[in-house]
């Protein structure tokens, strides 16, 4: 692969549910950002998001599991490395640039250091093959304006994603009431600006927004970004140096520590609409804020040729039709991330969604009763005996018939 000038790199950051992947469908659809290369990195052990992102035959796609800022086997190094292996080799065609697309929790500090100057030094064949053939030049970061403050304040890795970002797009300012709150916007500003003085920051629902713009190349020089951003970066590559990662002594990554986990889950037989309804609302009861994310493509019995996109954040759950599967794998498939959230309860509460057998049933009931320590029991018992009542309530909003993807 001949390079006369490194490939620029776009790191497209945001939490959970800012709206990334809409940004990315929408960058991709314009054919000013033909021979686009795409790593998505999804927070789980199986991925979704590379069916839900639009490709074109002209873009490239790779797509990695686990967290690129503390999963050594999908460290960025790796997956530009991969990208460049693929053109070298003549498997696919060359392209101009590379989108990173990271998980909702991504901590941007030890990403930037692999490839960004100064940073973690290049220690084999591939750091230097990476360093010589892509450069950084461009931080984006969506940001949710009707949960950032929120947000910010649980999670750490949400404020830091704001403060490298050279570019912060703000997503859903034209959510019906919450964008009214708009005003919003006037205190929402300089509270971003404490934490980012540098950045431009645009509304994604703005008259002058221009996305080609955002992701176009341009220096992203860390130091220009505040004394923070400086200091996180070193401290990253003094914590490298003493061998020491964002994964734990046990090995676990550094968001479970925190006790964030992702479970997933997968059903190869179509799922009844009901009884789906059912699962997001116990869900919903029983995670309560818990509940940092849901999304997965689903098959239903009452149509299963065309899959239901399930996005959640939180207690928002949008769903909506495609008109066909997106790839051959036609299991429904969902990945739950939460915090501090009891396993066994979602997996039961899923098992009730896709053909519960008495014994089943039993287990469901004891494990919800014993939540009842918790103080989740009273609200998922009342749930469960209203079973029928709620998913007679739940059902018709269910299926949004030919509809198609949102619009923001």
């Known amino acids: 692969m001949k390079i006369d000038q490194p490939i620029p790199v776009t790191i497209l950051t945001g939490f959970l549910g800012s709206g990334k992947s809409t940004l990315l469908n929408e960058l991709l659809a314009s054919e000013a950002f033909a021979d686009t290369a795409v790593i998505i990195n999804e927070f789980g052990d199986i991925s979704i998001d590379h069916d839900l992102v639009r490709v074109n035959k002209r873009e490239l796609m790779v797509t990695t599991t686990g967290c690129l800022c503390c999963t050594a086997a999908s460290d960025i190094r790796s997956s530009l490395f991969e990208l460049y292996d693929a053109v070298e080799s003549k498997a696919v065609p060359p392209f101009k640039r590379v ?3 990271t998980t909702g929790l991504a901590d941007p500090a030890p990403i930037i250091n692999q490839i960004t100057p100064g ?18 030049s461009g931080v984006v970061c969506a940001i949710d304006v009707t949960m950032i403050e929120e947000t910010m304040e649980r999670h750490f890795e949400c404020m830091k994603q704001v403060a490298f970002a050279d570019s912060v797009v703000l997503t859903k300012t034209d959510f019906g009431a919450e964008a009214a709150a708009a005003a919003g916007l006037s205190g929402l500003l300089p509270k971003i600006r404490q934490i980012n003085a540098a950045a431009t920051i645009v509304d994604r629902h703005g008259n002058d927004f221009d996305l080609a713009a955002v992701f176009a190349p341009r220096r992203y020089v860390p130091s220009e970004q505040g004394a923070d951003v400086e200091g996180w970066l070193a401290l990253e590559v003094a914590l490298a140096q003493q061998g020491q990662t964002h994964n734990d002594a046990t090995g676990a ?28 609302e116990l869900l919903k009861a029983v995670g309560g804020p818990q509940l940092l994310r849901l999304k997965g493509l689903v098959g239903l019995e009452d149509d299963p040729e065309r899959p239901l996109v399930v996005h959640g954040v939180q207690h928002a759950i949008q769903q909506y039709r495609l008109p066909a599967w997106p790839s051959d794998d036609r299991r429904t498939r969902m990945v739950v991330i939460a915090h501090g959230l009891d396993e066994a309860v979602v997996k039961n509460l899923f098992a009730a969604i896709t053909g519960i057998s008495a014994r089943a049933k039993a287990q469901l009931l004891l494990t919800v009763a014993g939540l009842s320590v918790l103080g989740f029991a009273l609200v998922a018992g009342l749930l469960l005996l209203l079973h029928e009542r709620a998913a007679a309530q739940f059902e018709p909003p269910l299926v949004i018939q030919n509809a198609t993807r949102p619009q923001r």
């Open 119 to 136: 940073g973690l030094p290049a220690v084999g064949y591939r750091d230097h093959v990476v360093a010589r053939c892509f450069r950084l």
């Open 253 to 280: 990554s550094r968001h479970a520590a925190a006790g964030i986990q992702s479970l997933a889950l997968l059903e190869s037989r179509p799922v009844s609409p009901r009884n789906l309804a059912t699962f997001i």
């Open 99 to 101: 989108i990173v697309e």
